[in-house]
């Protein structure tokens, strides 16, 4: 039987407190900005809509690092804030700097993905929720630690249904944005894996 001393326990637990703190604020704080973001465009009548992707214009290419903060509506910013919080925050929770590697990894691949595949502006949180999927579950396959791997598995089966997002069909949705969001989290999680 092995023996943790009480101070060592309780230092480690200060740790990862303050790991999923700093996970909670900076995510809130993302997710704040992308309502501030869609309300002064609701003021500005759209015109924060031509920071999307336009596909194939080499004068909008830098819009690929703006367009997973703006939406298309209130409505499209309400059906990712949630999604949004909580894969962004177990992804956060893991790392916050890991998670910034990855989250920058996810929006130059998706944001490239789909400025090279798709036909009409692009903009939303999806390539990142995708992202964070993939990156999550990326990290139970190539980290191989049980918390990783417990924690690709809840992801699954909680959010698996998503999956399906990136088959292209429905209009107005960037089946696009969600398979290169998804598969920049891939990269990410396996560029970003223990050496």
């Keep these: 039987m092995s023996y943790v001393p009480e101070r060592q326990r309780s230092e ?23 309502w501030v973001l869609e309300a002064v465009d609701y003021t ?37 804030t949630v999604p949004f919080l909580i894969l962004g925050f177990i992804a956060a929770a893991r790392g916050i700097a890991k998670f910034l590697a990855a989250s920058l990894i996810i929006i130059v691949v998706g944001g490239l993905g789909v400025w090279f595949t798709s036909s009409a502006n692009t903009l ?11 990156y999550l579950v990326g990290r139970g396959i190539f980290e191989r630690r049980l ?6 598995i809840a992801v699954v089966a909680v959010y698996g249904t998503m999956l399906l997002g990136v088959i292209p069909g429905e209009p107005g949705i960037s089946w696009q944005g969600h398979l290169f969001g998804l598969i920049g989290g891939v990269l990410g999680a396996w560029f970003l894996r223990r050496g």
Excluded: E, Q, Y
């Design 12 to 34: 480690g637990l200060a740790k990862h407190g303050a790991r999923a703190l700093s996970s909670a604020v900076l995510i809130g704080s993302i997710t704040a900005v992308m």
């Design 44 to 80: 500005m009548n759209g015109w924060l809509d031509r920071f999307g992707i336009s596909p194939r214009d080499v004068g909008d290419l830098p819009d690929i690092f703006t367009a997973p903060f703006m939406h298309g509506g209130f409505g499209h910013l309400m059906a990712n």
């Design 124 to 134: 939303g949180s999806s390539i990142l929720i995708f992202g964070f999927f993939g």
């Design 147 to 152: 918390l990783d791997i417990g924690i690709a």
